[in-house]
């Protein structure tokens, strides 16, 4: 795959709690350069963001991040304020208590909600596989499509395993018609995100393409 069809697919990351103005502005200088698909930051950096580079690129951020237990209502206004302050992209992580208790009601309520409040912008699912049973990730597959998301994303890169090729694979068999699927955590190579997107995915969420890029020049 050309490197420039694959950047497009590639949502330059960085989410570390110690990100400094200055690694940001890198980051987005780098997303312009390489015509990444997005930045994906932090929100306390959207608004910031979108005042420097206006429509430069689009911005990604995260909502109930990393663990996903804050209440909807919380998860909610985030989007708003996200949107308002600029972003054109909502990854969001679910509730997994709630997926543990068995309430997938409220699951799918509380993604409905977040996309309610996000309407016209893309809406990214976080399902963090690696907490979950493969019975768990067939019902999220289900509920994420009947939420009307976007895409459904793999992992936070925060949790104790991030993005495999099984659950790709799995995510692909089960998922409706229009939803897409984003791999995100521990992918490292030029290779591993080339095998991810010919494997079905539209999305890879990563920190590390521009960088292999730019060391190789």
Known sequence: M???KL????DHTLLKPVS???QICELCDDA???NTASVCVPPCY?????????????ICTVIGFPLGYCTAEVKVYETKQAVL???DEIDMVINICEVKNGNFDLVKEEIEAVREACKGHILKVIIETCYLTEDEKIK???IVTEAGADHIKTSTGFGT?????????LFKENIGEGVKIKAAGGITTLEDMEQYLSEGCDRIGTSRAVGILKNKA
């Open 2 to 4: 050309e490197i420039e």
């Open 32 to 34: 312009i350069s390489f």
């Open 20 to 22: 400094t103005w200055e």
């Open 85 to 87: 302050e600029g972003a």
């Open 140 to 142: 999220l597959c289900k």
């Open 7 to 10: 950047l497009s697919h590639v």
């Open 46 to 58: 959207v608004k910031r963001i979108h005042d420097t580079y206006k429509d430069r690129l689009k």
């Open 161 to 169: 395993g991030g993005a495999t090729h099984e659950d790709v694979k």
